[in-house]
Each structure stands twice: as structure tokens, then as C-alpha cells.
């Protein structure tokens, strides 16, 4: 199995990508959970005018009629005004792409944002949908049969970890 | 995941609710994932669009043998915000009146492809009927049956008083007045004991408890200055006139007297006490205007809590 990267040397090279394209209108949401612990680490970095917004997909999954609803579904927090608002959609792996149109879907009901530019720490390939991130730490090759898996320690840090698919 | 239980109808093989019937028998962590759900299904039911697509393509049927407008209303609307098609069918002055069978109506619309049964009837047991006859991919879930159980009141009871507590193990709640008749509060003495309330009481005439209600693990109260005394929580339940055939109660203006919510009453329990009402109330009966209207007063809260709640039961035994 190849090394993986080290998560917490990703994020400051994320930031500085990202720090050339924030405006006024840039405003930030990480998907829970795993997206949600990087936004956290990012959004300080970056001097945006909006706090940080969070989304829980679990009642736009498109896998409901086959595995039901998720145990313990987070609440999603905008607060902001989406209208028109250049957003950064912020998860941790990028996989299949089924999470990121679920989030899109979401946030069409909340409003129309001007852009939207998705921002991932990992992408392991795997697309089952035409979605590609615009900001990208590491592409990373995951063995059959594992997932990539972000896990964050109780001090903050955060890791990537292979884990054995259910 | 809790423990399977193979003699709890509700339960699947997995131990997920298929069914909700009753909030008797069900485990805490089953309750729990209830209400951390409907929190999230609150975030939904505050946005400019209510809707989420979980249930599109699915038809919930309301099926009420027993006329109810709010329960039935909020039950639609909670199908409705999550994209469901719903049926209403007022059963009580259809098919029944012709003299088909109550499994008969119910093998009709399953025969349309239903995939959850919302229940009211006047019979303890009949949701439970129905639960054990449908198809697997079917559920029910029980809007009131008899004087037996309302599991989604007591849940959207126990999701206000979590909403305003915080926490259930520090809790003394007085459930006040028609007990005896009470669906409602059944389903609420389950629910608190179960999440670990310490002290449930509950205050009425003798006449208005039922027999050997300690046995549900509250403390009775026949005074209601005693009973009130310190409380967080405090449930009023509607005095149901026209479930009183016979003299339990000498007359409404004397039950007031004695265990209508007032005021003075309410300034024995706690200052941050809350009053809670599961509608419709009958003001000056069991509970004065001024309290109901009141700084204390949660029941319009209640209401709304109640849709994100029935969203959460729907879409957890939909997707069970």
C-alpha cells in the first residue's frame, strides 16, 4: 500500500491556492463530517467576510431507498445569504461524486449562488458523475477493496487513513 | 444499533423501526435517533423551501377512522416537506360505513401501492392489526389509537421538553388532570421513564387515573399545589367531555376549581417551568388564558415541533 499524504501538510498548500480567488462575494460550507473538519481548518486562513456554513446531505442521498437514513443526520447551518454568492464547497475525500451533486441539490433549495467551485483535501478517483474539484491537495490511489477515510485526533490534527470498505 | 427484539412488532430483524406503534417497548437509542433526526428536519422546516426529496415517488395514506384536523394536517404536511404524495382518506364515512372489513380497506390501498399508513382509530390495537398484516416494504405508524397509545405526540413532547431542558436526568414533569382517558399521556410516562426522567408525576382526581397507574413508575398526586411544587415541566391534558359518559367529575367549573392551571398553581413550580398543552385546549376548563397565553407556555412551539418530528418517524421507517 502507497504512503498517504500527510492531511495536515495539505491544508496550508490548499490555503495558499485559495487565497488568490477569494472576493467580497467567496463565502465557504464543508460537508459533514470529514469536510466539515477541514473547512474549519481553512476558513481561518483565508480572511472571509461570511461565517462558515455546514451541510448534512443525509436527506438528499440518492442511496435512501436502498440504506434508509443515516444515524445521526447533523443539522445543516447557513448563515448566509447564498444569493448570488461565489461558494467553496469544501469535503475531505473525493470518491463516486454522488455526495457533491446531493450538496448541490441542497443548496439550490437555499438559493442560486453566482459559482460554485468545489474544494477537496483528497480525490481517489472512482467517478461515477461528471464532478471534478477545482482545488485539490493530493490524488491519492486506494487499494481494492479499502476506502479513504479522514479521522481527526482529539488534539485537532487531522489524518488520512485507509480503511477496510464495509 | 439495539438489541433485535423478535416479540417487538415495531422492530425489524435488524432491530430498526419498521412500525412505530407505541413508544412502550422501544429502546432509548431508538427514541434518541427520533429526536436528534427531527433537530435536523428543524433546520429544514425553517428554510425558504420546507421541502427535501427522501420520500419522492412514495405515497403516505392518512387513514383516520377518527376525525382529527390537527394531527391529520400535521401528518400531511410532514409528508409533503418531504416530497411524499399524500392521501387523505376519511375513512369514518366511506368504505367503514358500507361495512367493509378494516383489513379489507387496507388490502385495497396496498393493492395502490402504498408505502406508509398513517392510523387514527377509536380501537386500542388497530394499527397493530394492520401492522401485521402488510407487505414488508409497508409501514404504519399509529396517529392515535383508543385510549392505548400517540406515539408521535409523546415523541414531539419529549423533543419540546429536551428543546427547553437540555437534558432528561435532572427532570421532575407533572402530568396534570384527565389521565384516565389519556392516549397522550400513556405514550409521554413511557417516553420520560425510558430517557431516564427521575420524577414523573402525574396530578388528578382519583377518578380520572387509572387503575394501578404506579405501576408506570410515576408518583400520584390527588393535590395540585403538592403536585406542582418544584416541577420543570408541566403537561396539562384536555378535559375530554366527550369521552365522559357517567359522572366522574361533578362539573367543569368544579374541576377547574381544583385542577385547572392558573397563575398562583403555577408559581408553586419552578420559575423557568414549562407548560405544555397537546391541543385542543379548553381554556377555563383545565387551564386559564392567562397561563396558556403565557410567558411559560410552549404549546405553539409544541405544534411546530411536531412536523419535523412526524418527518423524522416517516423517514426513518421508510427507509427501514
Redesign the interface.
Known sequence: MSKLPDAEGLLPKLAAELRGCITPATAMIGLHTGGAWVAERLHPLLGMKDPLGFM?I???RDD??K???K???????IPFEVEGKDLLLVDDVLYTGRTVRAAM??LF???RPRSIALVVLADRGGRQLPIGAQYCGARVEVPEGMRLRLKRAADGKLALEYERAA | MPPSSPHNPQLNANG?LQHLLSIEGLPPEILT?IL??A??????TE???K????LRGKSVFNLFFEASTRTRTTFEIAAKRLSADVINLNVAVSSQSKGESLLDTVANLSAMHADVFIVRHSSSGAPHLIARHVKPHEHVINAGDGRHAHPTQGLLDLYTIRHYKKNFTQLRVAIVGDVLHSRVARSLIHGLTTLGVPEVRVIAPQTLLPAGVESLGVRVFHDMRAGLKDCDVVVMLRLQNERMNGALLPSAQEFFKHYGLTADKLALARPEAIVMHPGPMNRGVEIDSSVADGAHSVILPQVTFGIAVRMAVM??VA??
Open positions: 448534512d443525509a436527506f438528499y435512501y431507498a440504506a434508509g437514513l444515524h445521526d443526520p447533523k443539522r445543516t447551518r441539490n441542497e433549495d437555499y438559493g | 430498526e435517533q436528534d433526526t433537530e435536523s428536519f428543524a433546520g429544514v428554510r425558504e423551501v421541502k427535501v426529496p427522501l423517514s426513518i427507509g427501514n
